[in-house]
């Protein structure tokens, strides 16, 4: 069973349990005013009728108010999923055409494999360090690989790579937006 229908069993357990009590209440009174008893007696059990039909009535409408939410929310996270897919398809569509054109660049810049790796790597982000670890090289040779890329790129350090890149994938904010 679901945590929803778990609750919504609970729940009506609850109002059926509210209701039944409710109900047995009112036959009481009408059984109590036949046989005269007294009106202190009588307030209680009424005042015990009312709540209980009261908790009843507004458990069940309670009730109602959730499933429709739950319902709403349900509808929602459909949409949001289709939204986020999309979302997904086009950006990797993008990510494979972007790429492509570092591919591109490397090979105008010619370098060799081991630079295209290194490279890459350190567009994304690692230091010097890690880039050793990953290609399981010594640090001072992921330097000098570093040094070759960028003299071969025509940059003056990780900064200018990652920008000559990045540069064009933002468009100049126009005037009035």
Known sequence: ????????????????????????????????????????????????????LGAAGLLAWRLRQASGEARALAVNLTATRAEAERWRKEAHTLLQGLGEAID?????????????????????????????????????????????????AGVEGRAELAAFFLEDLFLPLTEGK
């Open 104 to 152: 591109k660049q490397f090979a105008r810049w010619r370098f060799t494999p081991a630079e295209r790796d290194v490279a890459l790597l350190l567009l994304k982000g690692l230091s010097h360090k890690e880039v050793a670890r990953v290609r399981k090289v010594s640090e001072r040779t992921a330097r000098q690989q570093s040094l070759a890329i960028y003299k071969k």
């Open 1 to 52: 069973m679901s945590d929803d229908a778990g609750e919504n069993w609970s729940a009506g357990v609850a109002i059926a349990g509210f209701a039944a009590v409710g109900v047995m209440m009112v036959a009481d009174i009408v059984w109590d005013t036949t046989s005269g008893t007294s009106l202190g007696h009588m307030a209680v059990e009424i005042a015990v009728a009312l709540l209980s």
